[in-house]
């Protein structure tokens, strides 16, 4: 089967929500629609290491691969999301070449990295540890999040980093970064400043959204968009059921 990690290269049109409440449930509710991946988010959401490999389990068992946006970059929180089975891993916060480059060194096996080889869900606990590591060598996703002015400044530094598989632009905190730092550049500027970097060092990019509509338009430009997520479709859906009834 076509890996999340080839299609990604290739630059298939990749499209799937972040997945912050807390319960496999949920998992398996969204995954019935057929995303192209979900990506649970452990930096903003009270999801523990034992209930993130419940809902990489409810992923799997659907037949969606599950991206996981750990909760910070030590080597720990990458090694708990893989170790669980996830097909790749979401750093937030990359500024720097010398962070891209520890990120990559937790998420990938030697030679590319120093990634532990444990006997975790991911390698059939002890079964398989060759055949996993072959696997992961091949498969694994790691997507850096470039979100901040100086991953802006840093951006081709960055982007020249060895075994990035995705550039992903988070826009709420580049625009809260921005507004804290002033300066005269609007984050339509900055956001295209990242687009350009990542297609000059010929890594593909990413961008989270709000909407189809606007998921229609970044598929022009880019080819993975993150668009809502589980609580963002239930406010939505909720917002809507119980507006009140007409007079
Ligand atoms: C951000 O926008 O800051 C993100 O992390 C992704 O939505
Ligand atoms: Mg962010």
């Given at each position: ?203 593909p990019s990413g961008i989270f959204t709000a909407d189809r509509a606007a998921s229609v338009d970044w598929f022009r430009r880019l080819s993975f968009v993150i668009e809502g997520s589980d609580a963002l479709l ?14």
């Amino acid at each position: 089967m076509t890996s999340l990690r080839d299609r990604l290269l290739r630059r298939d049109p990749l499209r799937g929500p972040f997945l912050g409440i807390p319960s496999p449930v949920t998992v398996e509710i969204v995954a019935g629609a057929r995303p192209d991946f979900v990506c649970i988010d452990t930096e903003h959401s009270p999801i523990s290491d034992a209930l993130l490999t419940d809902m990489i389990r409810a992923a799997d068992v659907a037949r969606v691969p599950a991206l996981v946006r750990v909760r910070g970059k030590a080597p720990c929180h990458i090694a708990a999301a893989l170790d669980a089975g996830a097909s790749g891993v979401m750093i937030p916060h990359v500024s720097t070449a010398d962070e891209a480059a520890a990120a990559v060194r937790a998420a990938r096996y030697a030679p590319e990295g120093a990634r532990g080889a444990g006997p975790g869900r991911a390698a059939g606990y002890l079964r398989d540890i060759p055949g996993y590591v072959a696997r992961a060598r091949a498969e694994t996703v790691v997507a850096i999040q470039l979100e901040t002015v100086q991953a802006v400044e840093n951006a081709p530094d960055i982007l020249a980093v060895p075994g990035i598989d995705l550039a992903f632009i988070g826009p709420g905190d580049l625009g809260v970064d921005l507004a804290a730092q002033g300066g005269s550049h609007t984050l339509e500027d900055l956001v295209n400043e990242l687009i350009d970097a990542a297609a000059r060092a010929k890594v593909p990019s990413g961008i989270f959204t709000a909407d189809r509509a606007a998921s229609v338009d970044w598929f022009r430009r880019l080819s993975f968009v993150i668009e809502g997520s589980d609580a963002l479709l239930l406010t939505q859906a909720s917002d809507t059921a119980f507006d009140a009834l007409p007079g």
